[in-house]
């Protein structure tokens, strides 16, 4: 077991990194709260072979999943399956847990 502590995060980008590789090289997924400003746009990227979990806990915007338009404010959880193409507009500031599994996807941030 793991505690991933808020004071050891790894603020990289938009996101603060709790758990990757980097930290635990066993880690069988990748932990981040991302956050994204009112206005943003965030592309299409697609995960060939990785499952991410989106956690709102902050804000509200449309998520495109696939083609769908999906409404989403503080609360909403969404799962988007492996090589599946999404994209974020962000109509108010957005603050999200994002997960993947496995880890991978959470290092482009990094660039």
Do not use: C, W
Not at 33 to 59: C, D, K, M, R
Not at 63 to 89: C, E, F, R, W, Y
């Amino acid at each position: 077991p793991m505690v991933l502590a808020a004071k050891d995060a790894k603020p990289d980008g938009p996101a603060r990194i709790f758990l990757d590789k980097s930290i635990s090289p066993v880690a069988p997924l990748a932990a981040s709260i991302v956050q994204v400003p009112a206005g943003a746009t965030l592309p299409e990227p697609v995960h060939a072979h990785e499952t991410e979990l989106l956690y709102i806990l902050a804000g509200s915007g449309t998520l495109t999943v696939a083609g769908n338009a999906l409404p989403i404010t503080a609360t909403s959880v969404v799962q988007i399956p492996p090589d599946t193409k999404h994209a974020l507009v962000a109509t108010e500031a957005l603050r999200a847990l994002q997960i993947y599994t496995p880890a991978g996807p959470e290092q482009r941030v990094k660039q």
